[in-house]
């Protein structure tokens, strides 16, 4: 039997809300940066910091244009970021800015057009086009596709079914703010290491920048 938590909808229910939301999607695949970090531990706004001479959002969303039919950054104003990333992209508000990834994962959602996203953080420079290919293309009837990197499952590199936003929504309301935690209670692809390894070897598309350390090692890897 599926394991469910106290109040929390059975996987049946789960599918039966995204195949409801489904029926209202088109099929393109929409790209979601998350933006609405506080940057605490990199001291500075991470979305603005360079990596070889560009901001890392501006790499992300490079990145991101070749796969996808739109782009939208959730948790941060339009004026915040004018001219940083070149061409069109929609600024989306964060529902819960207090709830985490997992709230601002809901929010990109919600305003998708497509059948399924791609969702990344802002401070991932070297994410990689055919890594992000590859991954969306693994959809096929899951709910989401997530790599998993030395044991730990890259929420924040995944595609996501659009039509898991009222799932999501739900999982809120329960106090379930982990997107890992919710991950297990939907249809999910989970991707090794080793097939990773054959799309993207060394696995570059999965460096973060979150400290003073790791901005100047991508700094490194940059030039």
Same mark, same amino acid.
């Given at each position: 039997?599926?394991?469910?938590?106290?109040?929390?909808?059975?996987?049946?229910?789960?599918?039966? $809300?995204?195949?409801?939301?489904?029926?209202?999607?088109?099929?393109?695949?929409?790209?979601?940066?998350?933006?609405?970090?506080?940057?605490?531990?990199?001291?500075?706004?991470?979305?603005?910091?360079?990596?070889?001479?560009?901001?890392?959002?501006?790499?992300?969303?490079?990145?991101?244009?070749?796969?996808?039919?739109?782009?939208?950054?959730?948790?941060?104003?339009?004026?915040?970021?004018?001219?940083?990333?070149?061409?069109?992209?929609?600024?989306?508000?964060?529902?819960?800015?207090?709830?985490?990834?997992?709230?601002?994962? $809901?929010?990109?959602?919600?305003?998708?057009?497509g059948g399924s996203s791609l969702v990344v953080?802002?401070? $991932?420079?070297?994410?990689?086009?055919? $890594?992000?290919?590859?991954?969306?293309?693994?959809?096929?009837?899951?709910?989401?596709?997530?790599?998993?990197?030395?044991?730990?499952?890259?929420?924040?590199?995944?595609?996501?079914?659009?039509?898991?936003?009222?799932?999501?929504?739900?999982?809120?309301?329960?106090?379930?703010?982990?997107?890992?935690?919710?991950?297990?209670?939907?249809?999910?692809?989970?991707?090794?290491?080793?097939?990773?390894?054959?799309?993207?070897?060394?696995?570059?598309?999965?460096?973060?920048?979150?400290?003073?350390?790791?901005?100047?090692?991508?700094?490194?890897?940059?030039?």
């Open positions: 039997m599926q394991p469910t938590l106290r109040g929390w909808p059975g996987r049946t229910h789960i599918e039966a $809300m995204t195949k409801a939301a489904d029926s209202n999607r088109a099929d393109g695949v929409t790209g979601i940066i998350l933006a609405g970090g506080r940057s605490v531990r990199l001291g500075r706004d991470k979305a603005l910091v360079l990596v070889g001479g560009r901001p890392m959002i501006a790499r992300v969303a490079d990145a991101l244009r070749p796969v996808t039919d739109e782009i939208l950054v959730v948790g941060r104003a339009e004026d915040e970021l004018a001219g940083v990333i070149d061409g069109p992209v929609r600024y989306v508000p964060d529902e819960a800015p207090d709830g985490g990834p997992l709230a601002g994962i $809901m929010s990109g959602l919600a305003a998708s057009s953080g802002c401070d $991932m420079p070297f994410l990689d086009p055919a $890594m992000l290919r590859a991954l969306a293309a693994q959809l096929g009837d899951y709910d989401a596709v997530a790599p998993v990197v030395r044991g730990v499952v890259q929420t924040t590199h995944a595609v996501y079914r659009c039509s898991l936003e009222a799932a999501i929504r739900s999982a809120l309301r329960q106090g379930v703010r982990s997107p890992v935690r919710f991950l297990r209670r939907v249809r999910t692809r989970y991707v090794p290491e080793e097939e990773l390894e054959r799309l993207s070897p060394g696995l570059r598309s999965f460096l973060g920048v979150n400290t003073p350390e790791e901005w100047a090692a991508a700094e490194r890897l940059a030039t």
